[in-house]
């Protein structure tokens, strides 16, 4: 009991050494995406480089930042009086920093990303007026990249498990009435009001009840609950405890695939440290609240996201969805009322405990409160994972936080909420994000993907690869889906492949109605999306496939057509070569040209074609593409 | 409870769903994967409704019934998504016929389903004539498919001893898997796989038994489709008769419904769908009674052999020869799978006819094994099975058997009397807790063989004997006072060998069951251990011919090419050869769709219908037929005349390629027009485009950019005043008649190929026999080819249908044997 209280002392303590570190300070971010980019050699670097020069420092290896375009990244104090951020930091760079910055008096300006402690430094802005953190608000992220997620005195030191205790002294009704008054969704994908389902929950008889943390995360590209759990575990564990307190819940569980080796590690030392203080078991903190939890290990599968067939897969059976009602809320894992939530909205659930409702919903919009996080991707400048408030313009997170669009293109258009979802055409940027705007503009919320698209992508292309996604996800256990996405996406193969028909358009309008209105499961009801949306906001393109057989972006590989400008080719004789159909003829020195039949478009001769002559172009339809090699080639000359 | 359905005010019951009530009050709702046997699942989505206050499509199956509801079911919405819906699950089944516009003519002409390896149209599928899919369809009005269907090819699975398996239909409803799962507490069958590549199947590859199955065969009884299917009765079609009875096989006395047709048992299932029953009764049964041996005629022994015989003469025989042990030596031995009836006759045979105490009545154990001594003194008997060692026997002055198969016992004996079966009568049995069940006749005895109270009651009247007067089964119970027993329609416990077929009975009247239902000999037995005896045809001799290429082109089509030198050197357009794939195989005629004098070899397409069909298919390259015998028939006649149209159709599609080839060559214009059910049954796309001066290949289902029958193309040019001068035309007699009736208004002279109709191919068996232009011809020897518009189609189908009957009750008995050849070969592809 009083273990809880003496740990916070103690956290106090460990957190000194972090604030008023008398030996400089790393925080390296090591999560699965700084791994990738390669913080173990920088870790590596940096450890034998202060054993070689027999610096005492301390290196903590903590979550991630969310700065993906410049990972990895390192936030290094020398001092309370001289702490920064840097980014893209290699083996070298660290050393360099090492020498220059900690050893010496030059902060390495040019690889800050910005100073985290107050006070001038040497013209190092603040890191959170960097252009990728302005518009951000980070709260359920505010510990990732700043706390060693395996020191739970860390997380106690920053208030963690105070919303706990808040919680136990309200008691049960009016925690539901705080979280209600918060006005707090789901964070998975539909947004539903989360007191609705503790409500239904807690009236439907039947003992014992769970509660289970959907961790599955299956959206190709989205990893916003991966990041969340490596960075800050305690957070997530917290909401659990929040949650299964007012519900009743003595079990609880964790469903987390198993392609996330460190988000499962995170995890299961977190519990252990839960047990150590008491925080699970019997009559947690004196209150008479008893509970446990579970990790399972999904297989990966997309569609054991869906509650059902997650509950399904818990209890060791094939992974399929079951029709409802009735609802998980009175009647899940066996038989037993059951709450599935989100690892995000279980984030929230300390903050709005500690902080208050008023404090929650001072953030977002009049239907979406609070902050969301997303994994923003695709071509646009700084990728990332972000947290913004709620109703912010799709036009802000583009440009503002993720810096518009390289290489000069122009935006095309965004797709939210991953294959379930659709995608918001560029004159809608001004649209707020929020789960009402989305839906009505024919996508949704999700669970935080955000894929930049820009004038390279074509939309048929785009709700193939999409539909090809949920096509092989599919249970196969009901028809409209498992059919119906199968079927659409060989009327979308047609028409990339500019076999298509105009009649098809309509038949590919009415098979994703069908599919989104019989389809079993939310996978199914979603998979048109893509469809729907790019048939909406981008028919023309769809048009021209089919009449002019072009695609516009040049992405429809059956729709285009290499040739040679006899002007530019030198007879060289390159593409000749590359050529793996021998399609290409034509004598030394003299221009070649290509045999349309025999090309199968596979674009070997465009590479091959020296980029001084960049003789080879594109047909599509009526347009003509050179490429810009030349342009570039002859200025470099 | 009470909701409102379609404005129609119901009650309903607690938990009932909302589609159980309305189908309780007479409102129909479509259903697919439902059965009233089974837990909802809400898989088809067919069963959507409309209710208020609720978002989207409920499914009526998985919603239970709500006071208040104000359900819709028939609303436009609802009827657009349903049919959407239908026409997606239609996309993975073989649904050619669904949309076929000639539907209504072709069931005229050929109601029944043709055999086929794999299905690929409910006129090769096996569950034609008793399919719902195919009904809503029809109610649905379905006549296109969105996009072309997608024909999964996979092969047959043969590896459970009496279940077919063809996934190629499979509409994943899940029914099997639930049943499995409910009837066997754990699923030897479960789906597998994600996305459109889920099928039903055994987990890890494993084989049925393995997986756990227990071959209780409910599966079969609950799909909905003719995916899967008992082997035996595959090809049976619709049952005339269905009969509600119980199983003797042991005393657990399961209600069955024996089905049968013509007078003969084709199979079995269980009354009470909620209850599993064991391999004996689901699927022994017909092959027990028709197995190899049947004894049919009565036999007495003379001069020292025995001698086939009438029953009156067998009776007054044995009348004869019991006189001199009347009170002195006699015993009678039964054992108690004989009904109440019979026995009760037997006891008072013995005692009051032959004066005897020694009436035994054996009760079979476990296994159903009965075996005694006979009584001390014993010198005439009358056993009826095989109860008694051979060492007993020889010391016998007198021994009549009465039984069903041929045992040691009989062979010694002075007289054999064939007995009818369980399924060949009426009458009364014990079960095992001491309950009466009811016998009831289901089918007729082979032969001569009657019931056993007949046989004894004739002796005993032959014997001078009063009392023995009875007319039928009732008159005996009226004698004993016997109410009517009940059928044992519902049980708590599932009997012990259907949910563990190593429990099963081994024996019936001391015959091994087994020895009778070659499948069984695959399934182990508790104290036997698993003999999985596999009757294996090894490619034996070295003589014959040689396959030197073999390809399957489109499902059940193969392309074979065989190694004959002279045939290939005087083959001509339009001739067949005869082909005997072993010593023993029937003759079978296949058109020849190429050859190679200078390689020596000839090119068959060989469509992959029946027994013949399937054995040469089921070769490998480097196999050997045993003989081969050809070219026969008169050679299409070539001549230059214009503009020639060859049709084909099925394996029509390669055979008439020689024709094509020759007319080209003879310098005509040849529109070359084939036609198949769908895309994935064309084949010889490019072979034909090459030489063909114009190719159109039609699909029946829409699904190629012609939609229809080669017919509708040849009768469109000749309406558009296109000029034909000849038609050849060479698919199933359906299509060359269609063919027939467009250009007959022409006039335009057309000859059609009647190869598909030949049996043996020697003009001797009369299969083959057509009459043309009002005059009797064989196809084989006259033809192949016939002035289509001379030829009477009408005889012609009424002809095949009666030897297709016949062929398929030849098939039903040589399936299991032909089932281990095929998987001796490893020819998993095979039907
Ligand atoms: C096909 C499918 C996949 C899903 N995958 C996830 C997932 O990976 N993670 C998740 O939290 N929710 C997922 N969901 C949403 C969940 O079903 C459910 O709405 C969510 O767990 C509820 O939690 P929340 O109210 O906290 O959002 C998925 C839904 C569908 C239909
Ligand atoms: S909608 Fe798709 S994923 Fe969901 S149950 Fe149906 S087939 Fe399975
Ligand atoms: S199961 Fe057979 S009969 Fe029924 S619709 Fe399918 S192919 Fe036709
Ligand atoms: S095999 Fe038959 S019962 Fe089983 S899922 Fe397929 S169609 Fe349904
Ligand atoms: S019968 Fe309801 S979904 Fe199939």
């Known amino acids: 009991m009083s273990s809880l209280r003496e740990a916070y002392r103690k956290a106090q303590a460990e957190w000194q050494k972090i604030e008023n570190s008398e030996v400089p300070l790393f925080l390296v971010g090591a999560a699965t995406c700084g791994r990738a980019a390669g913080s173990g050699e920088v870790l590596e670097a940096l450890r034998s480089e202060l054993d070689a020069r027999s610096v005492e420092a301390r290196v903590i290896e903590v979550g991630c930042l969310g700065l993906c375009s410049f990972e990895p990244t390192v936030v290094v104090r020398k001092d309370s009086a001289a702490t920064v951020c840097y980014g893209n930091v290699g083996p070298d760079r660290i050393v360099g920093i090492l020498e220059n910055f900690v050893m010496g008096d030059d902060p390495c300006a040019e690889w800050a990303l910005g100073k985290m402690s107050p006070g001038e430094l040497d013209g190092i802005g603040d890191f959170y007026d960097h252009p990728m953190l302005r518009r951000q608000v980070r709260n359920v992220l505010q510990n990732c990249g700043l706390i060693d997620p395996e020191n739970p005195y860390h997380y106690l030191a920053r208030e963690g498990y105070r919303g706990l205790l808040r919680a136990l002294e309200l008691g049960p009704d009016r925690v539901l009435e705080e979280v209600k008054a918060s006005g707090l969704r789901g964070r998975g994908g539909a947004g539903f009001p989360t007191w609705q389902k503790w409500e239904a929950c807690r009236n439907a008889p039947g003992e014992p009840k769970y509660l289970i943390c959907n961790a599955d995360e299956g959206d190709p590209g989205a990893f916003m609950n991966r990041s969340l759990i490596e960075g800050d575990p305690h957070a997530v564990l917290e909401g659990m405890l929040i949650a299964a307190f007012t519900l009743g819940a003595s079990q609880g569980y964790i469903y987390c695939r198993a392609e996330y080796p460190l988000a499962l590690h995170r995890l299961e030392v977190a519990i252990g440290q839960m047990r150590d203080l008491g925080l699970l078991g019997q009559d947690i903190e004196g209150s008479g609240f008893s509970f446990d939890l579970t990790i399972k290990k999904g297989a990966g599968a997309f569609v054991c996201g869906e509650e059902t067939a997650l509950i399904a897969s818990i209890e060791g059976l094939r992974g399929m969805p079951r029709p409802r009602p009735p609802y998980p809320a009175v009647s899940g894992l066996r038989g037993k009322p059951t709450v599935i939530q989100n690892v995000e909205t279980l984030g929230n659930l300390p903050l709005i405990l500690r902080r208050g409702p008023e404090w929650f919903s001072q953030y977002g919009s009049e239907s979406s409160k609070g902050t969301k996080t997303f994994a923003l991707a695709g071509k646009i400048n700084r990728t990332g994972l972000i ?30 909420g991953g294959p379930s979802g659709g995608c918001i055409p560029a004159e809608k940027m001004d649209m707020p994000v929020d789960y009402e705007s989305l839906r009505e ?20 292309d785009m709700a193939k690869y999409f539909l090809s996604f949920t096509q092989e996800e599919s249970c196969g256990k009901c028809a409209p889906c498992r059919v119906g996405t199968r079927a659409m996406l060989s009327i979308l193969e047609r028409i990339a492949a500019g076999e298509g028909e105009m009649a098809d358009l309509d038949r590919l309008g009415e098979m994703a109605r069908t599919v989104k209105d019989a389809s079993l499961c939310g996978l199914g009801q979603t998979a048109p999306n893509p469809v729907l949306t790019t048939l909406r906001y981008f028919r023309k393109e769809y048009e021209e496939h089919i009449e002019k057989r072009q695609c516009g972006a040049f992405v429809c590989n059956r729709l285009l057509r290499y040739n040679i400008d006899a002007d530019r080719c030198s007879g060289c004789g390159a593409c000749v070569r590359a050529c793996p159909v021998d399609a290409i003829s034509g004598e030394r020195k003299k221009a070649h040209v290509i045999d349309q039949e025999t090309c199968v478009q596979c674009g070997a001769c465009l590479t091959a074609c020296p980029d001084i002559y960049a003789a080879v172009y594109r047909r599509s339809g009526e347009l003509v593409r050179y490429e810009e090699r030349r342009e570039k080639a002859e200025k470099a000359i | 409870m009470k909701l409102t359905i379609d404005g129609k005010t119901v009650s309903a019951r607690e938990g009932e769903t909302i589609l159980d009530c309305a189908l309780r009050h007479d409102i129909s709702i479509p259903h697919l994967c439902t059965h009233s046997a089974l837990p909802p699942f809400g898989a088809c989505r067919l069963c959507l409704v409309e209710i208020e206050g609720m978002r989207g499509y409920p499914t009526s199956c998985t919603t239970p019934a709500e006071d208040g509801m104000v359900v819709r079911t028939d609303t436009e919405a609802l009827g657009g998504l349903r049919r959407n819906i239908l026409s997606l699950i239609m996309l993975e089944h073989p649904s050619a016929c669904l949309v076929c516009a000639k539907r209504e003519l072709c069931d005229q002409y050929r109601p029944e389903a043709e055999k086929a390896g794999r299905t690929t149209g409910c006129h090769t599928c096996n569950n034609k004539e008793i399919c719902d899919v195919r009904v809503m369809a029809e109610e649905f009005g379905l006549s296109e498919l969105p996009v072309p269907p997608i024909y999964h090819e996979r092969p047959v699975e043969r590896s459970n001893p009496f279940i077919d398996r063809d996934l190629n239909l499979c509409i994943l409803c899940g029914r099997c898997v639930r049943i499995c799962r409910h009837h066997q507490e754990m699923t030897a069958i479960d789906f597998i796989g994600r996305g459109s590549k889920t099928r039903i199947g055994e987990a890890f590859g494993r084989s049925p038994y393995e997986a756990g199955c227990q071959f209780c065969g409910a599966c079969v009884d609950v799909c909905p489709t003719g995916s899967l299917c008992d082997r035996y009765a595959k090809w049976r079609g619709r049952p005339e008769r269905r009969t509600a009875t119980t199983c003797l096989f042991c005393n657990a006395a399961c209600a069955l419904e024996l089905q049968s047709s013509g007078g003969e048992l084709i199979g079995a299932k269980a009354v009470d769908e909620t209850t599993p029953i064991c391999v004996l009764g689901r699927f022994a049964i017909p092959e027990f009674l028709y197995g190899a041996g049947r004894l049919r005629v009565p036999v007495v022994r003379a001069d020292g052999s025995l001698r086939e015989t009438q029953w009156k003469e067998a009776i007054e025989a044995a009348a004869e020869k019991l006189r001199p042990y009347v009170g002195s030596g006699f015993a009678l031995v039964c054992d108690t799978t004989s009904t109440l009836q019979d026995r009760y006759i037997f006891r008072k045979f013995a005692r009051e006819v032959m004066r005897s105490e020694n009436f035994v009545e054996i009760e079979p154990d476990a296994r159903g094994a009965s075996r005694v001594e006979l009584p001390p003194g014993t010198k005439a008997a009358l056993l009826t099975g095989d109860f008694v060692d051979a060492g007993q026997l020889e010391p016998l002055e007198l021994l009549i058997v009465q039984d069903c198969y041929p045992t040691p016992a009989s062979e010694h004996a002075d007289i054999v009397l064939p007995v009818a079966l369980f399924p060949e009568v009426d009458g009364t049995l014990m079960d095992v807790s001491g309950r009466e069940r009811p016998l009831r006749k289901a089918c007729e005895p082979p032969g001569q063989a009657r019931p056993e109270w007949w046989i004894v009651a004739e002796i005993a009247k032959a014997m001078g004997a009063e009392g023995f007067a009875y007319d039928s089964v009732a008159t005996i119970s009226r004698e004993v006072g016997k109410s009517t027993a009940e059928l044992l329609t519902e049980r708590d416990e599932a009997p012990p060998a259907a949910t563990d077929v190593k429990r099963r009975r081994a024996y019936f009247r001391g015959h091994r069951i087994d020895e009778k239902v070659p499948g069984l000999r695959e399934l182990p037995l508790d104290d036997a251990p698993a003999s999985a005896r596999r009757v294996g045809v090894e490619a034996e001799s070295a003589g014959g011919f040689r ?25 001509q357009p339009g001739q067949f050869v005869i082909v005997m794939v072993d010593e023993t195989s029937e003759r079978a005629p296949y058109t020849l769709s190429d050859w190679d004098a200078e390689e020596g070899t000839i090119t068959l397409v060989v469509l992959e219908v029946g027994h013949s069909s399937r054995k040469l298919t089921v070769l490998r390259e480097g196999d050997r037929v045993a003989h081969l015998a050809g070219p026969l028939g008169i050679p299409a006649e070539v001549d230059r005349l214009g503009t020639v149209v060859v049709a084909g159709g099925c394996y029509g599609i390669g055979a008439i390629i020689p024709i094509a080839r020759a007319m080209r060559e003879a310098g005509n214009r040849v529109i070359g027009i084939v036609e198949a059910r769908s895309h994935y049954l064309h084949y010889f796309g490019q072979k034909l485009e090459a030489i063909c001066d114009e190719l159109i290949q039609t699909a029946i289902d829409g699904s190629m950019p012609t939609k229809g029958h080669a017919a509708d193309v040849i009768g469109e040019k000749l309406r558009a005043g296109e000029k034909v001068d000849r038609v050849v035309v060479i698919g199933c007699p359906f299509m060359m008649m269609l063919v027939a009736r467009e250009t007959q208004p022409f006039r335009v002279k057309t000859l059609a190929a009647l190869n598909s109709i030949m049996l043996d191919g020697t003009g001797m068996c009369g299969a083959c026999r057509v009459s043309v232009g009002g005059k009797t011809k064989f196809a084989c020897v006259d033809g192949p080819f016939f002035d289509a518009h001379l030829i009477d189609w009408d005889e012609l189908f009424t002809r095949r249908r009666a030897y297709a009957a016949h062929e398929v009750r030849a098939v039903g008995r040589t399936e299991s044997v032909a089932l281990h050849a095929c998987e001796a070969h490893g020819a998993g592809a095979a039907r």
């Open chain 2, 547 to 571: 396959i030197v290429q073999k390809r399957e082109v489109a499902p059940n089509i193969h392309e074979i090419v065989i190694e004959a030198p002279g045939i290939a050197k005087k083959a």
């Open chain 1, 441 to 460: 503009a024919g996508s949704m919320m999700g669970s935080g993907g955000m894929i930049v698209l820009d004038e390279d992508t074509c939309a048929v």
């Open chain 1, 387 to 416: 947290e913004v408030t709620m109703g912010i313009t799709l036009k802000d997170i583009v440009y503002d936080v993720g810096g518009g669009i390289p290489g000069g293109k122009a935006l095309k258009a965004v797709q939210t």
